[in-house]
């Protein structure tokens, strides 16, 4: 339980002071475990969908990130999902990507960072 106040300390300080960008394949990933795990309603999921979209900026998927998703997986041996989030995050210029779910300090094409911010 304390690891998860401070997990909340640390990501609310990277959302208030980081500019944020969104993959819509995070959203998705957000969403769904608020349903699943939280039981979020339509209605919640909704509200939510429209604060994000106000707040930040959410790129959507297209073929060119699907397909540059493709190369990354087979260069990096990374997972499905987690290389159309990293294809988005390079198509948008992102020099950072913070995740818990990949390598910390992994540099991909030369530009993007992985940073785990709860190591």
Known sequence: MESD????????ELVLNE?????????????INLIK???YTNDD??????????KYKISNLSFTT???SAEIRKKY????????????????NCTILYTEDM??????EDTLKIINPFK
């Open 77 to 92: 041996k990374i997972s499905y999902w987690d290389s159309l989030i990293i294809a988005s995050a390079l198509q948008n």
């Open 5 to 12: 106040l401070a997990k909340k300390t640390i990501a609310t």
């Open 66 to 68: 699907v397909s540059r």
């Open 103 to 108: 390598q910390h300090n992994q540099i991909i």
């Open 19 to 31: 500019k944020i960008f969104l993959s819509v394949q995070v959203v998705n990933e957000v969403c």
């Open 45 to 54: 999921i909704l509200i939510l969908l429209k604060n994000l979209n106000n």
């Open 37 to 39: 795990k939280v039981n």
